[in-house]
Nanobody
Framework: EVQLRESGGGLVQPGGSLRLSCAAS????????MSWVRQAPGKGREWVSG???????TYAGSVKGRFTISRDNAKNTVYLQMNSLKPEDTAVYYC???????????????WGQGTQVTVSS
């Protein structure tokens, strides 16, 4: 009964900021790595950022320096703080659970429903 529930998306101007949240339940959250993955219109899924169960973080080059992933194990929640947003960041953003404590891009076993982020002037 894994549940991943994203929230926080919306319409934002270029250069603006959004914070996405992913509330997790149905598993031992602190034991698993989590990632954010996005899918732009007409394109495939793109890994954005991941955080291991121990808090080690990696980013895609396209977002490094602008986005910050974090997790609060006490709240079973993963966050993605997005700053300096660009139109090319427009996508549906998904919270994804990995199958282990480590981030391996492409190895996800559960997804949320996604939240739409639109960056436009």
């Amino acid at each position: 009964e894994v549940q991943l529930r994203e929230s926080g998306g919306g319409l934002v101007q270029p250069g603006g900021s959004l914070r996405l949240s992913c509330a997790a339940s149905g598993f031992t959250f602190r034991s698993y790595a989590m990632s954010w993955v996005r899918q732009a219109p007409g394109k495939g899924r793109e890994w954005v950022s991941g955080i291991t169960s121990g808090g080690y973080i990696t980013y895609a080059g396209s977002v490094k320096g602008r986005f910050t992933i974090s997790r609060d194990n006490a709240k079973n929640t993963v966050y993605l703080q997005m700053n300096s947003l660009k139109p090319e960041d427009t996508a549906v953003y998904y919270c994804a659970k990995h199958d282990s404590s480590l981030v391996t891009i492409g190895r996800y076993d559960d997804w949320g429903q996604g939240t739409q982020v639109t960056v436009s002037s």
